[in-house]
């Protein structure tokens, strides 16, 4: 199937700048979106560290399947699957190691949603609480878990929406790139259908725009990078408290 895409970023209304990160690679068929987090301007480096080095990885494996990856295989994931979860790994690495080695960057962290196209379907795979969502004939499925305090608290508990909408924590996450020297990534995948459209955003976003507000906006408008400049207005309407961003790809018949 043919493929359109399209991204933005936005610092939102309360930032002072933005240490959110994305990266369109239609060459790579991989797309990505990163949260940083961290002081002295930090968060900004890690997510841009994490696109980049995830990326770089794909381009290195591109023309050799047998090249010696510095992660042990996973055998429960195919190849592709493998690859994806690997570069995530690296990038965790590296942002972890240059977090020890500058005091300016202690702490800095990032998540990181990205999505591969494969031959028979699409890959995602992802560590924080940035989000995958596909949208398909009228209705909208998140994709990914959340990696957060609140929905660590959501699987324990019998959690109201008022409990929800009033959970002190919100923004707590507790997986990221960059805690540790090694990180858990969660993979999904999914097989595309004519019409569908995924979502990669922030918490930015979803934080601030409801998952019928997403399905509405985007449903209703022709163009990718219309829809995308249509979610960050909603988002800053909405107190734009956070960085945003948001990128969209669609699927239709060749």
Known sequence: MKVEYAGTTNVGLKRSHNEDAY?????????????GMGGHNAGEIASQMAVETVARFFSDTADDADVTW???????FSYEENRLATSIKLANLRIHESAATNSDRKGMGTTLVSLHIVRDGIIGGHVGDSRIYRIRTGSIEQLTEDHSLLNDYIKMKDLSEEEIENFPHKNVIVRALGMKDTVQVDIVSDSPR????????????CGMVTDAQILNIVSNCERLDEACERLIDTANEAGGVDNITACLLRFASV
């Open 23 to 35: 990266l369109l690679a239609p060459e790579q068929n991989l797309f990505m979106v990163a949260d």
């Open 70 to 76: 510095p992660f042990k295989m996973d055998r429960s």
């Open 194 to 205: 004519a019409s569908d459209v995924y979502v990669l955003c922030t918490d930015g976003l």
